[in-house]
């Protein structure tokens, strides 16, 4: 058996009981995949009848990115970077100014294009599509800075997120959502974007990414200059569009943030790769905590 926090960090949870089972309700209101019991398996059929699969495999691979080289001119900015991103995770992306995070997002959205190295999403290849395009299919930025229309309101900015959607119900469906992950989106939507506060910003760039509906949420920063106690609300509402299904990839500064929400993380420096883990573990890692997270003891 896997130990406990790998099943976890894959996303599984493990529902044991000897003797008796629990009620489905109960189970599937907990978001439980897997049913073991030690004496008495229920048929396969009647678990899937229910609603139930047992997973023992891992979750499926969404994000694949291999030996990716991004140049700017004749400057090469990253040297063969690889990650994997599966369905459902939080994974962060730490390192200090310059490692190529943001560099790293913006291939994955399409919006520079790779010199060397594959990207895949669902297995396909995407490094060649257009950005527009990879928000179709479900991969939506939030980029660094917000880069919200600062003349629009917050309303048409919203609106503008969901430029790819055909369907005018699942969207107003998307916006009730948004506005009740970010009731002050709601109560300021005919509010110039351009005057709402920092935080406010934040949650309108997260909101108008959310409005595309993507599978993926590749977020640059959304921390930067926030005070400490709003980091901690918007962590909190990152949780919740993760928990509704949605994977999220957060390149951070502020790590110790990122390694509590995230279920894995990479540490970038100048272009590569140095650290892969469950986030976890990395908090735990006194070499981590040093370089990382100003060599304070983990947990707090
Ligand atoms: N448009 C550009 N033209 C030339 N070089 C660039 C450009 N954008 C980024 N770079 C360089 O590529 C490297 C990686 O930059 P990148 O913005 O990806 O870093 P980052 O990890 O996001 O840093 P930060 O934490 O400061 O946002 C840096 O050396 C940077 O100077
Ligand atoms: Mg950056």
Redesign the pocket.
């Known amino acids: 058996m896997l130990p406990f926090d790998e099943l976890r960090a894959n996303g599984l949870f493990m529902l044991w009981s000897a003797r008796a089972m629990l009620p489905f309700d109960e189970i599937r209101a907990n978001g439980l995949f897997m049913l073991w019991s030690a004496r008495a398996m229920l048929p396969f059929d009647e678990l899937r009848a229910n609603g139930l699969f047992m997973l023992w495999s891992a979750r499926a691979m969404l994000l694949e990115v291999e030996n990716l080289h991004v140049r700017?001119?004749n400057?090469e900015?990253l040297h063969g970077v690889s990650l994997q991103v599966r369905q459902g995770e939080i994974v962060a992306i730490l390192?200090?100014?310059?490692?190529?995070?943001?560099?790293?997002l913006h291939a994955i959205s399409g919006l520079l294009r790779p010199a060397r190295g594959e990207i895949r999403f669902e297995s396909r290849p995407i490094h060649q599509v257009p950005a527009h395009r990879l928000v179709a299919m479900g991969i939506a930025q939030a980029p660094?800075g917000r880069r919200i229309f600062a003349t629009l309101t917050v309303r048409e900015n919203l609106h503008l997120g969901a430029f790819a959607q055909r369907d005018p119900l699942r969207s107003a469906r998307t916006l009730q959502w948004i506005h009740e992950l970010f009731p002050v989106l709601a109560q300021r939507r005919e509010q110039l974007a351009g005057t709402l506060s920092g935080g406010e910003q934040q949650m309108l760039a997260i909101g108008r990414a959310l409005m595309a509906q993507p599978r993926i949420l590749l977020l640059?920063?959304p921390s930067l200059g926030l005070a400490p106690l709003l980091v901690k609300t918007i962590f909190q509402t990152l949780w919740e569009i993760n928990e509704a299904g949605v994977t999220i990839v957060l390149?951070e500064?502020n790590a110790r943030a990122a390694l509590k929400l995230a279920h894995r993380a990479y540490v970038?420096e100048v272009?590569r790769i140095v650290l892969e883990d469950r986030a976890a573990a990395l908090l735990a890692n006194p070499d981590v905590c040093n370089a990382y997270l100003g060599g304070q003891p983990a947990g707090e």
């Not at 390192?95 to 790293?104: D, L, M, R, V």
Request: charge should be negative; hydrophobic fraction near 30%.
């Open positions: 700017y001119g400057v900015a390192g200090a100014n310059g490692a190529g995070k943001t560099t790293t660094e640059d920063e390149v500064q970038m272009g």
